[in-house]
Nanobody, 121 residues
Framework: QVELVESGGGLVQAGGSLRLSCAAS????????MGWFRQTPGKEREFVSS????????YYADSVKGRFTISRDNTNNRVYLQMNSLNPEDTAVYYC??????????????WGQGTQVTVSS
């Protein structure tokens, strides 16, 4: 099982940017599809973005398409989420997640503890 630790959250004004980072340890990082999810109080966790093991394929929720970019560094066991043009609706706890290779937007079984992103208007 892979262990995941997120960082990079914080408070930002609307229109600003943040870059989330997730460090993975444990089994071979390249075995995993990596993803980002987010959750606000009272709502279910929702898919944000994912990336295949070799970065060949990326997927985005419609709400973030064109504003967020996912990337990964298999050498250093990290996955990133660059978030631009943030708006208050992006405020949430963001979670890094891992799924076995072959999964795309579902099948995530390992989760980090989350990092808070707050966007002020």
């Amino acid at each position: 099982q892979v262990e995941l630790v997120e960082s990079g959250g914080g408070l930002v004004q609307a229109g600003g940017s943040l870059r989330l980072s997730c460090a993975a340890s444990g089994r071979t990082f390249a075995m995993y599809t990596m993803g980002w999810f987010r959750q606000t109080p009272g709502k279910e966790r929702e898919f944000v973005s994912s990336i295949s093991w070799n970065s060949a394929n990326t997927y985005y929720a419609d709400s973030v398409k064109g504003r967020f970019t996912i990337s990964r560094d298999n050498t250093n066991n990290r996955v990133y989420l660059q978030m631009n043009s943030l708006n208050p609706e992006d405020t949430a706890v963001y979670y890094c997640a891992a799924a076995l290779r072959g999964n795309t937007v579902t099948g995530f079984r390992s989760w980090g503890q989350g990092t808070q992103v707050t966007v002020s208007s």
